[in-house]
């Protein structure tokens, strides 16, 4: 898999290339790495190729929103914030985290947690 | 004039699956649309944790009901670019098989569905009446009417007899026959027409802007389509796909319409070319490092991304499906339509909301 | 003029596309993956099909000799009988019938081992 390894200063300008470009927007793939550090890849097609733009992110350096550029990405930052509990500051449709979860709910069900995990590793 | 908030679903007569629209509407115009998902979450991308990569296959088939076979080839083929395995080509054709099986039975779902949303309840029937034919092909052929569950990392788990290849060319015929028997009701008939021309129109270059996918984004007449990649046996098969210009509802409809033809005709194909020998490769170790899938599922295109470490669990899976892409365009195609078009409009999107929240 | 008027007259002379279901029943596909069986006398108690089942519907409890299998936890893969060493599993052709209440299936395992 090819993918170009970015700053989180670029992306914004990077994606409105991309736009010029012509290419597609595919979607967004979040990783946890651990326990506060994240890996956001951000998936574009143009003529049945794919590219990858790379970076990484922690909880206390929010990534800006792309959907000033690419409106689609709204749905899947929306996502990103509901089940990694990551937020994108200049999100267009932003629902506070309250597309999947309910209001009340705070933590992420899919941040790596050590805690947790030496429980499940105990058993 | 005042303008007022409806919500249109979770619970809707047209709705099959549960999202929710807040329309704004000023008289019966929408003004602004904006979704709720969240009503069937699953979380299954944290099953990876839980599952080795042999059983995802499973969990994955699972994501969506329709197009189950689509998401355990996407899957399979993902892991097996990893791992390096090259699938015999026999299972290359085996799987188009019944991935155009499943695609032809969603069609014929949807076209069913379609005319329930404006009211032909007769050609819904019919539709289903068609459609049932495919599914006890699936039955017959994979021994499961709706999660066919044929594939496993490497190749396939069921092979097809020349009798059940014969089955199936012959139940295809007659597909194809009381399909054209439906045409004329379907795209000739003026209410038809009325409650679908000029709805909902997306431009080409809106549509890809707003990454839309699948029989949206070539009912605005771009041509793409995932199966121009060439995975499995397509690119040993004549395929081009189906565009239509218009961009509205009846242009979707004529797409997916058309694409039962295309489906029918590719395994026509298909049953012609198969080579004989092994279904299934051998599979050693474990994937490592990073890979990317996609396959075309009747309603776009599904992305796969995989990650993982040579551990027995795949460290992240992201699925990406189709209605998740083809939702946004949902925002630019209802404002300045009437609320009595919304349940039309929604549908000609073909959701499936399962399939968006996993 | 009367578009859907061929596939209506067609319907006409036509069989019923339906069947009154509980009286009258189809005969089923030979490979269909129905209800899961196990052979009580050819089984050893491997454990492979607990561990290979997706939805971990099967215990196998060695002490005991027993085979456990939650019907409703099972999502009818097939993956336990393709991966069973001595094709004590099996799937029969036939669903199972609506129950009224949550059930397990348990095979008590008569080994081999145990009776030479």
Known sequence: MRAETITPDQLVGACARMKAEGFRFVTMTCTAMDENSFELLYHFDKNLELSTLRLTTSKDSPVHSITAVYFAAFLVENEIQDLFGLRFPGLALDYNRTLYLDEEIRDAPFCKNAAAEKNTAAE | ?358 | ?116
């Open chain 2, 1 to 358: 004039m005042p303008v007022s908030t409806i919500p249109f679903g979770p619970q809707h007569p047209v709705l099959p699956e549960p999202i929710h629209l807040k329309l704004t509407v000023e008289d019966e115009v929408i003004k602004e649309v904006v979704p709720a998902l969240g009503y069937v979450h699953r979380g299954l991308e944290k099953l990876a944790g839980t599952r080795d990569f042999h059983q995802m296959v499973q969990i994955v088939e699972r994501v969506c009901g329709i197009c189950s076979m689509m998401h355990a080839m996407c899957y399979c083929e993902c892991v097996e670019a990893m791992m390096g395995i090259e699938t015999p080509p026999r299972a290359r054709y085996l799987r188009l098989i019944w991935s155009e099986l499943n695609r032809l039975h969603s069609h014929l779902l949807w076209l069913g569905l379609f005319a329930d949303s404006f009211g032909f309840e007769s050609l819904f029937m019919q539709f289903w009446k068609i459609r049932e034919k495919v599914m006890d092909l699936q039955e017959a052929t994979a021994g499961n009417r709706v999660i066919v569950s044929v594939n496993v990392i490497g190749g396939l788990r069921r092979d097809l007899s020349p009798e059940q290849q014969q089955t199936i060319l012959n139940i295809l015929d007659r597909v194809e026959d009381e399909m054209r028997l439906l045409e004329k009701p379907l795209l000739g008939d003026y209410t038809v027409m009325k409650r679908t021309k000029g709805k909902g129109i997306v431009s080409a270059a809106r549509a890809l802007e707003l990454g839309c996918v699948g029989p949206t984004l070539r009912g605005s007449g771009v041509a793409q389509d995932m199966r121009q990649l060439g995975y499995e046996a397509y690119g040993d098969l004549a395929f081009e796909p189906r565009v239509e210009k218009d961009g509205d509802c009846y242009s979707r409809l004529k797409v997916r319409y058309r694409e039962v033809f295309q489906s029918i005709d590719l395994i026509r194909q298909a049953m012609e070319k198969i080579p004989a020998g092994e279904i299934a490769a051998v599979v050693k170790g474990r994937p490592e490092g990073e890979g990317l899938a996609r396959v075309e599922q009747p309603r776009g295109e599904v992305f796969y991304y995989v990650k993982a470490d040579g551990k027995k669990y795949l460290e992240r899976i992201r699925i990406r499906t189709p209605t998740f892409a083809n939702v946004p365009v949902l925002l630019a195609m209802l404002p300045g339509m009437c609320l009595s078009d919304v349940p039309v409009i929604v549908l000609s999107i073909d959701p499936c909301i399962s399939c968006t929240e996993r």
């Open chain 3, 1 to 116: 003029m009367f578009p859907m008027m061929p596939a209506i007259l067609r319907n006409f002379f036509s069989k019923r596309a339906t069947r009154r279901y509980p009286p009258m029943t189809r005969e089923p596909f030979a490979e269909v993956r129905g209800e899961l069986k196990n052979e009580g006398s050819v089984c050893t108690l491997c454990g492979v099909c607990a561990v290979k089942c997706p939805s971990q519907c099967i215990v196998v409890d060695k002490k005991n000799a027993t085979w456990q299998w939650d019907p409703f936890a099972c999502v009818y893969c097939g993956v336990c009988v393709d991966s069973c060493k001595t094709g004590s599993l099996r799937q029969e052709p036939l669903y199972r019938k609506a129950a009224t209440g949550r059930e397990i299936v348990s095979v008590k395992i008569v080994l081999k081992e145990q009776t030479k």
